[in-house]
């Protein structure tokens, strides 16, 4: 296990780094700046996710907080192969930080995203496994499952968050259209989060209480997920 270097915020040249990327979003441009990107991004992610990580696992102790690539770091890289859009690379900082005893992307989980003007701070699935989104509308209408998973979804509304994952503009087939928890069958994944302008708190030490303290408001809906994959092991 890594050990965990103090985490100082991100630097302002990260924020740059990533308006000057989406302006000059090409492999001539990244290759002289690719020192920018390891030292004043991805360093700082790196103790970011392992500061974030061994706060997160009082309220999700079986969090995984990998600070590798393609494990909590998301590649930098874009697969342009099935896109219109051929640009190279993202132009934004992606962490996923997860808890589950699935494949990483296939468990609920906690994602940041730095974005300049933005970040985005939000919990859950993105989409459900094919074996698994069966299972969620067995539990969407489950007399006890079903409430639960009614009470996080109000829960994190009511805490100002936007949940998102529907897919389907009607009810599929032989789902019951009638049902209270309707509008959830026609999710294919589950989420919730928020975007916010960047705050001050970014580049300081401070910036992983502010995480801490939005994830925690998001823990309602995480928690449902992460029982009803244990459910459907």
């Known amino acids: 296990m ?3 270097q103090p985490f100082n915020g991100f630097p302002k040249p990260a924020v740059i780094f990533f308006r000057e990327l989406a302006r000059h979003n090409e492999k001539k441009w990244f290759e002289a700046h690719k020192s920018e990107y390891e030292e004043q991004v991805l360093a ?7 500061a974030l990580g061994e706060k997160l696992r009082t309220i999700a102790p079986g969090l995984v907080a990998d600070p590798r690539v393609n ?13 219109k859009d051929k640009s190279p690379y993202k132009t934004h900082l992606g962490i996923w930080m997860w808890e589950g005893p699935r494949p ?13 003007p933005e970040i985005y701070v ?7 496994p094919d ?3 069966p299972a969620f509308r067995e539990d969407a209408v489950h007399p006890v499952h079903g409430l639960a998973l009614a009470d996080a979804v109000k829960a994190v ?51 992983v209480d502010t995480c801490f ?14 029982a009803f994959v244990e459910r459907n092991l």
């Open 213 to 226: 303290k939005i994830y925690r408001r998001l823990l309602p809906l995480h928690q449902w997920l992460t």
């Open 44 to 50: 700082p992610a790196r103790d970011f996710i392992l």
């Open 122 to 128: 939000g919990t859950g699935m993105y989409r459900f």
């Open 131 to 133: 074996d698994l989104l």
């Open 104 to 116: 990483r992307m296939e468990n609920s989980g906690f994602y940041f995203q730095l974005e300049p």
């Open 2 to 4: 890594e050990k965990a």
């Open 71 to 83: 494990r909590s770091l998301f590649r930098i890289y874009r697969d342009a192969r099935f896109s």
């Open 157 to 207: 509304q009511k805490a100002g968050f936007e949940v998102g994952g529907l897919k389907y503009k009607r009810v599929p087939r032989g789902l019951d259209a009638e049902h209270p928890n309707a509008e959830l069958l026609k999710h294919d994944g589950l989420y919730a989060g928020a975007g916010l302008k960047l705050p001050p708190e970014l580049h300081t030490a401070k910036f």
